[in-house]
C-alpha cells in the first residue's frame, strides 16, 4: 500500500504563473494541461476538462452559493462578466445541473422575430400599441419586441409625431374591462367632460376605488390604456401644505394645462402623464420646493394626497418627464402660447411693457461666455435671460440671450416677439441705460413702438428754475414729483426727442428720455421709476422660487463663427497701457529735473540735456516702444471667430429644459399674484404683507372632504383672526369662479375653521 506521501499529485508546482489565477485570498483556479482545477485553503472543490461549460457553470455556481467567493470575483477569474454568472444561478436554481448544459446561441422553441415583420412591429408602434400589445399579437415576449423596436431606431420617450400624442393600446380584454369600468368609477374619479384631456380620444378612466392604493391605474398605465392617471381624492384631517389648492383657481385662469396640451399634446401613456407633471412642478414651486432634489425630504404620499393620487412623482421620475419634454424642443413655443393667453387675460396692463436682462451665475467646469453681474460687481462665466413684465411688474414671457448679448442687440428680437404677440397696437417699452442707442431708438419708433428710458452720458445741468412741482393720483397711489420738461436733439438734430428730468431733494438730477409726448410729465416719471418693480420681481423669483438654479447639467454646442474680441489685442492693450505709464512717468521726471536745474551751473538748454542724458535715453528708449507696441496692435483684428480663442468644442448651456422650468415658474408667480390681488380688497397691510399672507396661507394644513360633486377644502385658522377672515374673504372670492379640479368633475370649495 502506498503511503499518502507517495501518492502523485494532481497538479505540480506550476512553474508557469499565467496557469494560477487567484479568484480571491483563499480561492485558486489553475489550468494545465487541458485541465483545470478550483480550491480553496488547498482543498479541490472542483475539476473539469477545458471546454467543459457545463461543469465551468457548476464550479462558479458553487464557489459563490458556498460563500467562497463573489459574483464579481469568480466571473473576473473565469473571464466572463457577472451577469453570466447570475444566469447560471438562475437556470441552476430553476433545473438543476441539466440546466447548465443549455447550448450556445438562440434559445430552442423560443419564436424568433423574422426581419419581415419590421414594417408590422413600427406600424404597430406608431398607431400607439404599446410593446406588450405588440408581442402578444406576433406571439414573442415584449424583450424581443423593445430589441426589434431599438434595431429600427425607435427612442423610448421620445416624440415620433409633432404633438408627442400616443395613443392607447387596444387589448380587447383590457379595453372592455376598462370601458365596463367607467360606469364604475367612483363619484370622486368622474371624468370630465373636457375633450382635450386625453390626446387619444378616449375618455379618462379609473379602476381603482381606493385612493390611497392606485395599483390597477399603474398597470392601465403599464398596459399603455391611460394617458394620465384619473385623480381621486382620499378625504382627511389635517392635510399638510393642502393650503395650496387655494392657487388652482388661479392656475386655471392662467391657460398653463391647456396651453401645455395644446403645445405639447402627451407625454403617454404614463401613470404620471402632462397634466400631473406640470401640475407637480407648478405646485413645488409655489410650496417653496425649489429642485427636484428637495422632493427626498417630502412624504411622497402626503405631496400625492395634493395631486389626487397615492403617491407624488420621485426624483427620477420627474427628471425624466422633463426630458421627455425637452426632447420636444417646443419651451419657446410654450412660453409664447402662455403669453399669448395672458395677454388676452391682462390687456389693459399691456401699454407699458418692461424690459430687463437677468444674469444667471454658473458654477460648473463648462467654458460659457462671461457676463458682468451688476450685484457682485464681477464679470464671471453665466447665461443672460431677457425677460418681458407687463405695467404691473407681471411677467409675459422670458428670451435666453445668445453668449450673453447686450439689451441694444437683444432689442429688435424682442420688439419682433412682442409685435407678434401682441398685434397692431400701441406699447411702450421701458428699459434701462443699458439699451442706450440713439440709432436704435430711431428703428424702434420707425417700427411703431415708443420709448422710455433714462438719458446716458454727460448732459447739461438743467437751472434750478425750470423746475417745477407735479402731482396726480396713479393706480391708486398719490405721486409728487419736482420736474423740468423740455425737447432734446439726438443724432445731430434729426431725432427729437422729450425729456423729464426730476430734481431729488439732494439736489440730484435725474434725466428720463420718452417719444410719448401724449403723457403729463408726471406719469412719464412714475412709468420710469416703476421700472423697480421688474427688479423686484427678480429679486423675489431668485430668492423664493431659485430662478438661478440649474434645471440639469446638459450642453450643446454653440455658433463656433461668432466673434469675440480678440485677446491677443486686448494683452496688448494692456502692455501698451503700462508703455504709456512709464513714458509719462519719464517725461515727468525729465521735466522736474529740467525745473530745478541750477542755472549758475548749466546756464543753457544744451547744457542740461548733456548733463541728464541718460534721462533722455531713457525717453527715448520708451517713446520706441510705445510706437512699436501700437504697431503690432495695429495689425490684430479687433475681433476673431469665437472657435480661434476656446479650446476644444464651443458650447453653450443647454436652454430647453431651463426654459421649460422658467415658464412654468412664472405660471406660479401669476398665479400668486392673483391671490394678492383678490387678497388686497380684503387685508389692510396687502401692499408690504400680501404676499406673505398668501405664502402663509398656500403651505397651511387643511382638511379634504370628498363628495359626489365637490372637493371641500376647509384650512386651518391662520396666527391671527384678522389674517384668517382676509383668507375667508379670498375663499369666497374663488368659490364664485366656480373652478373645477383640472381632470375631474369635482368642483373646488373653500373655507377657513373656525378658530378655537
Sequence with gaps: MARPGDLPELFSQASDPASLVHINGRCLLQTRDERRVVSMLGIVLAQYAVGDRMSEAHAMVNLVEQGHADQNDVARAFGHSPRTVRRAQERFAQGGLAALARTIGYPKGRRRLPQTRDRLVSCLKTEGRSNYEIARRIGVTEKAIRKQLKRLGWRTHLPEQPGLALTHGTDPNLSAFADASVENTPASASPTADPNLSASGKAPLSLDHDPGNRAMDRLLARAGLIDDALPLFRPGMGVPRAGVLLAIPALTKTGVFDCAKLVFGDIGPAFYGLRTTVLTLILMALLRIKRPEALKEHAPSNLGRLLGLDRAPEVKTLRRKLSALAACGRAVEFGRELARRRIEARG????????????????????????????????????????VNDRDGEPLFVVTAEANAGMVRMLPPLLAEIRALIGERRITIVFDRGGWSPKLFRDIIDQGFDILTYRK???????????????????????????????????????RLRQVTRLSEDGHQTQIITSRRDLPAVEVAYRMFERWRQENFFKYLREEYALDALADHQFEAADPARSVPNPARYALDHKLRLARLELQRLASQYGLDALANVETKRRTMRGFKIAASAGGRAIAAAELSVAQLERRRSRLPHRVPVSQVVDGQVVRLATERKHLTNCLKMVAYQAEGELVRLVGEHYRRAEDEGRTLVQTA????????????????????????????????????????????????????????AGV
Excluded at 363 to 377: L, Q, T, Y
Excluded at 726 to 731: G, K, M, P, R, Y
Excluded at 732 to 744: Q, R, Y
Design 348 to 387: 389693459d396692463a399691456i401699454g407699458f411693457l418692461y424690459t430687463d436682462g437677468h444674469v444667471r451665475v454658473y458654477h460648473g467646469k463648462h467654458p460659457i461666455p462671461k457676463a458682468h453681474v451688476a450685484r457682485m460687481r464681477i464679470a464671471m462665466p453665466a447665461t443672460s435671460d431677457y425677460w
Design 457 to 495: 452720458g454727460r448732459s447739461p445741468k438743467i437751472a434750478r428754475s425750470r423746475f417745477r412741482d407735479h402731482s396726480a393720483v396713479i393706480d391708486g397711489r398719490k405721486i409728487a414729483y419736482t420736474l423740468s420738461d423740455q425737447g432734446v436733439a439726438l443724432l445731430g438734430g434729426s431725432l
Design 698 to 753: 398656500l403651505a397651511a394644513a387643511a382638511d379634504l372632504i370628498v363628495t359626489k360633486t365637490e372637493l371641500r377644502v376647509v384650512l386651518a385658522p391662520l396666527s391671527s383672526q384678522h389674517r384668517s377672515t382676509a383668507v375667508a374673504a379670498l375663499c369666497a372670492e374663488l368659490n364664485a369662479g366656480a373652478t373645477v379640479f383640472p381632470g375631474t368633475k369635482l368642483r373646488l370649495r373653500y373655507s377657513v375653521a
